[in-house]
């Protein structure tokens, strides 16, 4: 089974792309038909490695080189073949015959390469690794090895020779150490060029650019030692008695040129190999293989054979003749029903893809992006996308908070679109009722809305709230920095009628439209877990206008004055599409994440292009962040006026983050010296019980477990 080793060693293009471990992803699987069909947008997402980066991989060189060669060490076959060797004329390279074969008769020295001639195993040991930004889109991966051909690799004529007075064959062997001469190694170097595929979407495809190293010195092309192949590491011997013409310096020249060519080849061979099984998309279960218009592609085996049951199959392109690009990052369908309770599944797309820029500084990758509600839901109205001016790849290493490994963003593109295609599959229509709320009934509203008490005959009975999202949400990313947030979410236009239990039969008490601005943060936790968090909810629901109340008798001015209170059931259905997620360990590397912030602000505003989290590489076996934390003890709670309320917490000097049950938390904040910890929400201006959940974090950032707080009044 071929181990598609390249891909761990580019293991940051995964960046956005392997499933991270969060709540937020459950509900995700293949795309059926195996491919993402709908709009891609350039630079959607985008992973640098910086210099520091390439410097933690180079410091633990032994990782990398486990990857592609376990305990250091890798065979390459060499496969029989034909080369011309200057004036020799044609010569077979690696005349084995048949396994221990020893004889022309099993095949071995029969000037011919047959399927039975075996592949002389050529070992290859790696005595240092390193990987290397090369621009302007390539990386280069230098080692310095100790190669051995095993014994003698067998080379003949395919017929009787001039030198043999046409009698015989040119029989000859020859065995290559790196080690027999000083230095005792060799340096060699592989560029991989980075390329975009015009034919499948523009998706990121790999090849290689270059192979030094493995000339024979003081031929034409040849760097000086170590980085080639000395003379004196080679011993060429006569394998018959008319080949003793071997002393002569110009032939002995022709054979090593003629036999590097052909190892030369092996290793690239070797190297594209392993490049295909990081870069060549895999058939679907089904063994089908994705269109792009009029361009098709078809399922083979992998070794060219007849696909079947014990064999890795690939898609490879009718036309081209070259296979179709792997999605390096994320292509699923979403089910967002399972996520935020409603709305139709959600296809999106996060590929390597558009753009590369490499130079001495590190490699930035940028990502095709884009998502499709599968249904547009009835609870809508069809909106068409938008056409987005492209972006340019962010400037990471400007905009850094200080030295940084990796770098990870999204465009502010991509998030309005995912918000536009949720909108469009009903995701955001939201009805909550006493099954989901166990809170919501009348007893809540009752001393607000008098009349309400009339018509249930002073009965406490049981009330449903519906969200209707007239347009779909967008998004805009600020700093992140100094109170700022990073993502204000804009909600324009929604509606929300809401029901009461009358008669046995839910009658509409009134419907309000608003606006909503919702500030978010990325709160940094532990190591590499990012989680969503909420600004103050002062001032974010505005411009509410009651459209039909006419069973109630309150004015339109007391109706309204309940909307920002009744929307917050909504929020733990919206929490569900905000969870927080942990970066996975790439190979074996982990993160520990620096900061979350905007990247690329656009001139003459406060607003950003891209959301941009950087953070550090480290060993998988260092530990990174972890302390044990108590729960955060209160010592009072209790509930003020006006959707307030004050916690008296024995702990000042640690920082304390809350919300209502299954909502989304708040920023991290610390209390006041003498431990008082104010709170504010819209939903603690109604009767009847108030619970928040509590938790509290070292200056690690580790989060203790959660803990409920009943607050009296």
Same mark, same amino acid.
């Given at each position: ?425 009903? =995701? @955001?229509?939201?009805?909550?009722? %006493?099954?989901?709320?166990?809170? *919501?009934?009348?007893? !809540?509203? $009752?001393?607000? &809305? +008098? ?109 309204? =004055? @309940?909307?920002?209170?009744?929307? %917050?059931?909504?929020?733990?259905? *919206?929490?569900?599409? !905000?969870? $927080?997620?942990? &970066? +996975? ?129």
């Amino acid at each position: 089974m071929r181990r598609p080793a390249l891909v761990t060693v580019l293991f940051f293009l995964y960046a956005c792309g392997q499933t991270p471990s969060c709540g937020g992803c459950a509900g995700m699987g293949p795309i059926p038909g195996g491919a993402y069909t709908g709009t891609r947008t350039d630079t959607a997402a985008a992973a640098r490695l910086s210099k520091t980066g390439f410097d933690v991989l180079n410091a633990n060189a032994s990782v990398l080189v486990d990857l592609i060669a376990p305990g250091g060490n890798m065979v390459v076959p060499l496969k029989c073949d034909r080369q011309a060797a200057s004036i020799l004329g044609d010569l077979m390279i690696a005349d084995e015959g048949t396994l221990g074969c020893t004889s022309e008769s099993c095949g071995q020295l029969d000037g011919r390469c047959e399927p039975r001639d075996v592949p002389k195993q050529i070992s290859i040991h790696f005595n240092t690794f390193s990987l290397h930004p090369k621009g302007p889109n390539q990386l280069e991966a230098r080692a310095n090895i100790t190669l051995t051909t095993n014994g003698k690799i067998m080379i003949s004529s395919p017929s009787n020779h001039l030198l043999c007075l046409f009698g015989d064959q040119i029989k000859l062997s020859v065995d290559l150490n790196t080690a027999r001469a000083q230095p005792p190694s060799l340096q060699i170097a592989a560029g991989i060029r980075f390329t975009v595929d015009t034919r499948w979407w523009r998706l990121l495809s790999m090849e290689v650019a270059s192979l030094d190293g493995t000339k024979a010195c003081g031929t034409s092309g040849a760097a000086p030692l170590p980085a080639c192949i000395d003379g004196d590491d080679l011993i060429i011997a006569a394998e018959n008695g008319c080949s003793n013409w071997i002393s002569d310096v110009a032939n002995v020249g022709a054979i090593k040129d003629a036999l590097l060519t052909q190892l030369t080849g092996s290793l690239q061979d070797q190297i594209e190999e392993a490049l295909q099984g990081a870069n060549c998309r895999a058939c679907d279960g089904m063994g089908m293989c994705p269109t792009n218009g009029a361009v098709t592609s078809v399922c083979r085996a992998s070794d060219a054979g007849t696909p079947d049951g014990g064999n890795e199959t690939e898609c490879w392109d009718n036309g081209g003749m070259r296979c179709v690009p792997a999605v390096l990052g994320l292509e699923n369908r979403i089910d967002i029903a399972q996520v935020l309770g409603a709305g139709s599944p959600l296809d999106v797309s996060i590929a390597a893809g558009g753009s590369v820029e490499s130079s001495d500084a590190g490699i930035s990758i940028g990502f095709l992006g884009g998502a499709r509600a599968v249904q547009t839901a009835a609870c809508v109205k069809p909106v068409t996308e938008p056409t987005l001016p492209a972006l340019p790849l962010p400037d990471f290493d400007t905009e850094a908070p200080g030295p940084y490994d990796v770098g990870l963003s999204l465009s502010n593109q991509m998030m309005r679109r995912l918000l536009l295609h949720a909108q469009q599959s009903g =995701a @955001l229509c939201i009805e909550i009722g %006493t099954e989901s709320v166990t809170l *919501l009934d009348s007893s !809540l509203v $009752g001393t607000l &809305l +008098p009349s309400l008490n009339k018509l249930t005959g002073g009965k406490t009975v049981p009330m449903r709230v519906v969200v209707r999202p007239n347009n779909p949400p967008t998004a805009d990313f600020g700093s992140g920095k100094n109170g700022e947030p990073l993502i204000t979410l804009d909600w324009n236009d929604a509606q929300v009628d809401v029901y009461a239990l009358l008669d046995d039969r839910y009658a509409r008490l009134f419907s309000v439209t608003f606006d909503a601005h919702i500030p978010l943060s990325l709160a940094i936790e532990g190591c590499s877990t990012v989680t969503p968090v909420i600004g103050s909810l002062t001032g974010t629901i505005v411009d509410v206008h009651a459209i039909d109340s006419d069973i109630l008798a309150e004015p339109l001015s007391a109706v309204e =004055a @309940l909307v920002p209170s009744l929307i %917050t059931f909504a929020e733990p259905a *919206l929490a569900g599409g !905000l969870t $927080g997620f942990t &970066l +996975p360990e790439f190979g074996d590397f982990q993160v520990k994440l620096l900061s979350a912030q905007g990247v690329g602000q656009i001139s003459g505003t406060r607003a950003y292009n891209h959301l941009g989290v950087f953070a550090q590489l480290l060993p998988a076996t260092q530990p990174c962040m972890a302390m044990m934390m108590k729960v955060a003890e209160v010592r009072e709670a209790t509930l003020g006026k006006n959707g307030g309320a004050r916690l008296d917490v024995t702990s000042r000097d640690q920082e304390y983050s809350w919300r209502m049950p299954g909502g989304v938390w708040s920023e991290w904040v610390k209390p006041s010296p003498i431990g008082k910890l104010d709170i504010v929400h819209p939903r603690l201006s109604l009767d009847g019980r108030q619970v928040i959940e509590l938790r509290t974090r070292d200056a690690l950032h580790s989060p203790s477990p959660v803990t409920t707080v009943e607050l009296t009044r």
